[in-house]
């Protein structure tokens, strides 16, 4: 079955980094493209980066260009987001998706909270 476990989330002091990993077993994971979202309390989810199947090509939301990196190392089945000079805004739970045959699947998340 698909399975995607997130990690790296922690609390960290404004400008800041962090890398979080997502760990992908049970499906293909070299013919997926893969997304990190957060959703932070109160708020919807939104989509925060996306990578192509092959890593050519990436995304990301407006207020995260310049500071977050999506990469993936399909040998490992794994996606990281690379988040630099972190913000209170970027507080969630950040989570690891892809889409399969039109059904989404998630990870659990790993919470990402950023204050002094």
């Known amino acids: 079955q698909v399975q995607l476990v997130e990690s790296g989330g922690a609390l960290v002091q404004p400008g800041g980094s962090l890398r979080l990993s997502c760990t992908a077993s049970?499906?293909?994971?070299?013919?997926?493209?893969m997304n990190w979202f957060r959703q932070a309390p109160g708020k919807k989810r939104e989509v925060v980066a996306i990578i192509s199947n092959t890593g050519e090509s990436t995304g990301y939301l407006d207020s995260v260009k310049g500071r977050f990196t999506i990469s993936r190392d399909n040998d490992k089945n794994t996606v990281n987001l690379q988040m630099n000079d972190l913000d209170p805004d970027d507080t969630a739970l950040y989570l690891c998706?892809?889409?399969?045959?039109?059904?989404?699947?998630w990870g659990q998340g790993t919470q990402v909270t950023v204050s002094s």
């Open positions: 049970g499906f293909a994971f070299s013919n997926y493209g």
């Open positions: 998706n892809t889409m399969i045959s039109a059904t989404n699947y």
